[in-house]
């Protein structure tokens, strides 16, 4: 059985897909980007802050389904500019604990609404 995720704690889908699915004892979340939930806006002025952004609309949609931040097991990072490399492995330093999840990281040519970085993630069910 397929349960699909929502909350209001993360921005709605722009398109026709769920921000997330529960299977099993695992959590599968659809891409996020910056969109701040309270107030739409997506944040590309500030990548520290929109990374940030992203992270927390990430935390959220795995929290809804019965995981957790801290019970990771795969990020797939989407960024528009790879020289953002070091900065994102700075801002993940600071968000997540040393017991990092696995993780991609890959340079695409776009992303929806002009973001500059979109994560999607898998967690276990706590």
């Avoid at 980007?33 to 795995?62: H, R, W, Y």
């Avoid at 020289?83 to 040519?109: G, M, Q």
Wanted: charged share 20%; hydrophobic share 45%.
């Amino acid at each position: 059985m397929i349960d699909r995720i929502k909350t209001s704690k993360a921005p709605e889908a722009l398109g026709t897909y769920s921000q997330g699915s529960k299977v099993g004892n695992l959590v599968f979340t659809s891409g996020q980007i910056g969109i701040d939930p309270a107030t739409g806006i997506l944040i590309t002025d500030n990548f520290k802050e929109e990374v940030l952004q992203v992270l927390n609309n990430v935390s959220a949609v795995l929290d809804a389904g019965g995981s957790s931040i801290d019970e990771l097991i795969k990020l797939t990072v989407f960024i528009k500019d790879i020289s953002n490399f070091k900065a994102v492995n700075d801002i993940f330093s600071s968000f997540f604990s040393t017991d990092y999840p696995a993780r991609s990281l890959v340079e695409i040519s776009n992303l929806p609404a002009g973001a500059n970085i979109e994560i999607e993630a898998i967690g276990k069910i706590l």
